[in-house]
């Protein structure tokens, strides 16, 4: 039932000669136009499963450009199933429109429950599951960024024996779900480093739940302020990489762990002979609706 690809190819980043290292990226966001990068492998288990325990409804939760949102409502249209998106922001109840991300979603047929902020953050209580499921009746449930243990397992699978000669994996955290699972296949030979895309301190603890080796990193001197922050440096490098590489990244993930790599090579950090790949995991879709943000506030946008 659910839609296979082949593995993706790794592009090589021609660097000058004299960085001393060799930088990689694992295309993963040319898996599937609208359900690419982690969000595929994230959902494939999961939707599996729904359908062997005879679902015919996913509900799930995301924010206003959220990659999640985006991928549960067109994989569910692909396969068949209702979709439900809980979505934070009650102002965004007469902005659909306007949203590109919440657009698509409405045209892939995912139904919206708009609700508070604070209403929000109960969304793994059980009060406020039961309440759901009062008012849209039974459903599977994938959490907000699509991370539990069937997502770990999609995600153990982005890396094959091809791999093996990288001394690094490079990845953008959001909810730690991608990073867990390629931790999980890594040889002892290899470390992953990661790149948070959000402030905090949390994220050093979800990963160790799903975690089962310890030969992993995270960098958090990249995340521009926090979750979907932006400024005009992050964008001049986005489209500038675009034009030396050939290479779109997103705004949220992907550009600012590869900014994160850039600086970290120009530092010296790896050291000479390095192999490095870097997971580009998708969530392009976002750029459009980032790209309104931006020019509201008079910033160049991302081309």
């Known amino acids: 039932?659910?839609?296979?690809?082949?593995?993706?190819?790794?592009?090589?980043?021609?660097?000058?000669?004299?960085?001393g290292v060799e930088l990689f990226i694992k295309r993963e966001d040319q898996l599937h136009a609208f359900v690419s990068g982690n969000k595929y492998r994230k959902l494939k288990y999961n939707l599996l499963q729904a359908e062997k325990s005879g679902f015919k409804t996913l509900l799930t939760f995301g924010g206003a450009?959220?990659?999640?949102?985006?991928?549960?409502?067109?994989?569910?249209?692909?396969?068949g199933f209702k979709t439900i998106g809980i979505i934070r922001g009650e102002e965004l109840?007469?902005?659909?429109?306007?949203?590109p991300t919440l657009n698509f979603a409405k045209e892939n047929g995912m139904q919206f429950k708009f609700v508070s902020r604070g209403l929000y953050r109960n969304k793994t209580s059980d009060d406020f599951l039961n309440e759901l499921k009062n008012e849209f009746g039974?459903?599977?449930?994938?959490?907000?960024?699509?991370?539990?243990?069937?997502?770990?397992?999609?995600?153990?699978?982005?890396?094959t024996d091809n791999d093996e000669t990288f001394d690094y994996i490079c990845c953008a955290v959001g909810t730690g779900g991608?990073?867990?699972g390629l931790i999980n296949c890594l040889k002892p030979s290899q470390q992953v480093l990661g790149?948070?895309?959000?402030?905090?301190d949390f994220l050093q603890q979800d990963i160790s739940k799903f975690a089962r080796q310890t030969n992993w990193k995270l960098i958090s001197d990249y995340h521009f302020g926090g979750y979907a922050k932006?400024?005009?440096?992050?964008?001049?490098?986005?489209?500038?990489?675009?034009?030396?590489?050939?290479?779109p990244l997103d705004p949220v993930y992907t550009g600012k762990m590869l900014y994160g790599i850039m600086d970290l090579i120009e530092k010296n950090y790896f050291p000479k002979g390095s192999k490095i790949l870097a997971i580009h995991t998708g969530g392009l879709q976002g750029i459009d609706g980032m790209?309104?943000?931006?020019?509201?506030?008079?910033?160049?946008?991302?081309?």
Do not use: W
């Open 195 to 200: 790149f948070p895309a959000l402030k905090g």
């Open 93 to 99: 109840r007469d902005k659909i429109s306007e949203n």
């Open 178 to 180: 991608t990073i867990s």
């Open 138 to 159: 039974n459903f599977y449930l994938i959490p907000e960024g699509g991370t539990n243990s069937l997502a770990i397992k999609g995600c153990e699978e982005i890396l």
């Open 291 to 303: 790209n309104v943000v931006l020019k509201n506030k008079s910033l160049p946008i991302i081309e």
């Open 1 to 19: 039932m659910i839609f296979e690809f082949e593995n993706t190819v790794n592009e090589l980043v021609n660097l000058p000669k004299e960085t």
């Open 65 to 79: 450009f959220s990659n999640h949102i985006a991928a549960v409502s067109s994989a569910g249209n692909i396969l």
């Open 230 to 247: 932006i400024n005009e440096e992050l964008v001049t490098f986005i489209n500038q990489f675009k034009i030396d590489f050939d290479i």
